[in-house]
């Protein structure tokens, strides 16, 4: 078994050992369990009136992707609580030097404790999902709209939970680490605002904005430029977060 | 083409905050050897074992296990090393069992992970705590859980910094017998503030003060350096130097009946008792025990003693 692997096993079973990441979960999923049955009553009530519009939005465009989109803000603040305590904790109850000391190298660390945290945000999604899913049973959906939103979905939290643990790498304190990762999240979401109230939606500054790339997804485009944007801003959040682990090596922690 | 030894130092430094705190530090250990690692707080002894155990990179010099550089060849040769920090890396929330587990397959165990979780459990008494959370233990038992993750893949070399901290009488009995049986087949290196646990379990005494080396050899030798002795009655610094076997002696007490006594080559302890007795000062009590390790340790941590190699 890659060491990598291992790590992200261990990180998982250390989740699933702590109370705090089911109550997290739990609060997630009454969370969007509820923002899912207020959408689902508004489209019962709106929907005599659609049945005579041409053209009309199904339940895909009004209860699954605004409730998709929902999730999305609320992984902004999600991932960086289950990201904290990556490295952060382990620097402060100083057990990272088990990893250190391992004969492991640190991008395999940092590698296993992203896929680690990413597992069980992928769970989350996997939760949340299966609620707009479900309505598959009784209704007509558009599951390639729907694929689309969650593989936008799935990229975006990968981003999020790389820049969580690179955060987590930076200091020993979890709040800390889960502070400074939501204020980064927040900062790349409306790095581009200044320049959309000026009605600019296509400069430079617009492709570093997370908004940009998300959207696409949410109304069934996948291109290759915005997945791009969230590999290489995971790779990049990694790479720093496994400098990071290099330099702790070079001072005393 | 000689076996390189297990660890071997060559000039090590390390600045930490602008301050040099480990300086030009040469050492080699063999396995089978057993070296204790003294030094008063702030000496630089837990950063001198970060360095062994691959944790902190050195600033200059090199730290060599088993002949591969551990800068150079990192990975392979943290697997060579077993090492206990003063504060066991523990995850609390997991069982004993599953902790060590995990740690055997960090260690690059696969198969004889569950065979080598047992053996390391079995060796440092865990068993009746197996199953238990990590969490809900004592500071002794988590220490030997410590310990247990440092064995636990047979290292070449078994770095223990502080290993007794926390542990009552019984266990600090049954880890210097441990450390003692992991001589045998290992390289180990052991800090600690206890001499007697130093002079339980070494054969070799390294003595770091101000980061610098200042005493280093064989525990027999640091000790043959002084012996103590007590007598019935008073006894004058000529009527030692009389004695045939005795090169210097050092009065331990203002009454004339405790001395520091320091023997010549080939003179052995019984034969100082010999003629002691032949004297008929009365030898109440004599002791080759750590005093002149003590006395060595104190001189140094006082900063009066220059590097001695015994």
Known sequence: ?253 | MPTPPVLALDRVSRDLAGRRVVRDLTLTLAKGEVLGLLGVNGAGKSTTLRMIAGVLAPSAGTVRIDGEDLAERAELARRRIGYLPEVPPLHTELTVTEFLAFCARLHGLAREADAAVGRAIERCGLGDVRRRLIGALSKGFRQRVGLAQAILHEPALIVLDEPASGLDPVQTLNLRELVRGLGADHAVVLSTHVLPDVVACCDRVAILHEGVLRHEGSLAGSMSAGIYVRTAKPMKTGDWLALPAVAAAAPAANDGMHWQIRLRDGASASTLAALIVERGVGLEELRAGNAALEETFMAIAAGGATAVAA
């Not at chain 1, 699933?16 to 990441?21: L, R």
């Not at chain 1, 899913?133 to 729907?146: I, K, N, P, S, V």
């Open chain 1, 1 to 253: 078994m890659s060491a990598s692997l291992l790590i992200a096993r261990h990180e998982w079973r250390r989740l699933a050992a702590q109370p705090f990441a089911w109550l997290l979960a739990a609060i997630v999923v009454a969370l969007m369990a509820w923002q899912f049955l207020l959408a689902l009553e508004g489209f019962l009530e709106l929907s005599p009136k659609l049945g005579s519009l041409k053209d009309a939005p199904g339940v895909t465009d009004l209860v699954a992707i605004p409730l998709l989109r929902s999730f999305s803000n609320l992984l902004m603040l999600l991932v960086p609580l289950v990201t904290m305590r990556a490295i952060a904790s382990e620097r402060r109850a100083q057990s990272l030097v088990l990893l250190l000391a391992g004969g492991v190298g640190n991008v395999r660390v940092v590698l296993g404790k992203y896929f680690g945290a990413f597992a069980f945000v992928l769970v989350l999604i996997v939760l949340v999902a299966a609620m707009p899913l479900a309505l598959g049973f009784g209704t007509a959906l558009d599951y390639g709209r729907l694929a689309a939103a969650l593989i936008g979905l799935v990229l975006f939290a990968g981003a999020l939970t790389a820049i969580g643990v690179l955060c987590s790498a930076w200091t020993a304190q979890p709040a800390l680490a889960a502070a400074a990762a939501f204020a980064i999240t927040s900062l790349l979401a409306i790095v581009d605002a200044g320049a959309r109230l000026k009605g600019i939606d296509n400069s430079g500054i617009n492709y570093l904005a997370l908004p940009t790339h998300i959207e696409p997804f949410f109304r069934g485009l996948v291109s290759s430029i915005d997945i791009v944007y969230f590999l290489l801003v995971a790779a990049v959040a990694l790479a720093f977060a496994a400098k990071r682990l290099e330099r702790l090596r070079s001072v005393s922690d």
